[in-house]
T-cell receptor
Framework: DAGVIQSPRHEVTEMGQEVTLRCKPI?????LFWYRQTMMRGLELLIY????????DSGMPEDRFSAKMPNASFSTLKIQPSEPRDSAVYFC?????????????FGEGSRLTVL | GESVGLHLPTLSVQEGDNSIINCAYS??????FIWYKQESGKGPQFIID?????DKRQGQRVTVLLNKTVKHLSLQIAATQPGDSAVYFC???????????FGGGTRVLVKP
């Protein structure tokens, strides 16, 4: 398996623009997670899905952020409008059994810079 | 692609020596702990996990120790190699509504 695939790897955009980050989880994994990593706050969970259904989005910073999982092999994280403070590395991860019984497999991340 | 902070605690280790990375976790109700390794420009990678009914678990060149009394977790790496240079994160499952919460990380630098 190719692992979790994220795109784009790098995105530079201007404040106010819409940003869409994409993720393809490992086939067969029922859980998908979106994390954000910054120098100040470390790794933060934004939202996670189980069987394509959003379970907990309490980590999503504000209404400018939204995530979807239309099918088992694809998820998007959208920021509209983007702001400079959204600059971070966004990771997607998937797992077979969630947190308590298995490891999370992370993608290589999407580095977002908002100017 | 640097993806973690510049002000992380740093452990410098001579190649071939053993490394010990420490982590204080926050929630006494946490019952599952994981160590992750993150190399520059990559996502975190699972190393080893341990449940609260154990106090020690060994993998290949790595050992995790859990001390529930003082809420302390450590990762020992035997015969540290240049490829072990990375940032290491501990994670616990009980700190935020049973979600996996990551610690701040420790940077390990292996000197040849």
């Amino acid at each position: 398996d190719a692992g979790v695939i994220q795109s784009p790897r790098h995105e530079v955009t201007e404040m106010g623009q819409e940003v869409t980050l994409r993720c393809k989880p490992i086939s067969g994994h029922d859980y998908l997670f979106w994390y954000r990593q910054t120098m100040m706050r470390g790794l933060e969970l934004l939202i996670y899905f189980n069987n394509n259904v959003p379970i907990d989005d309490s980590g999503m910073p504000e209404d400018r952020f939204s995530a979807k999982m239309p099918n088992a092999s694809f998820s998007t994280l959208k920021i509209q409008p983007s702001e400079p403070r959204d600059s971070a590395v966004y990771f997607c991860a998937s797992s077979l059994e969630g947190w308590n019984t298995g490891e999370l497999f992370f993608g290589e991340g999407s580095r977002l810079t908002v100017l | 692609g640097e993806s973690v902070g510049l002000h992380l605690p740093t452990l410098s280790v001579q190649e071939g020596d053993n490394s010990i990375i420490n982590c204080a976790y926050s929630n006494s109700a946490s019952d599952y702990f994981i160590w992750y390794k993150q190399e520059s420009g990559k996502g975190p990678q699972f190393i080893i996990d341990i449940r609260s009914n154990m106090d020690k678990r060994q993998g290949q060149r790595v050992t995790v120790l859990l001390n529930k009394t003082v809420k302390h977790l450590s990762l020992q790496i035997a015969a540290t190699q240049p490829g072990d240079s990375a940032v290491y994160f501990c994670a616990e499952n009980g700190a935020a509504g049973n979600k996996l919460t990551f610690g701040g990380g420790t940077r390990v630098l292996v000197k040849p």
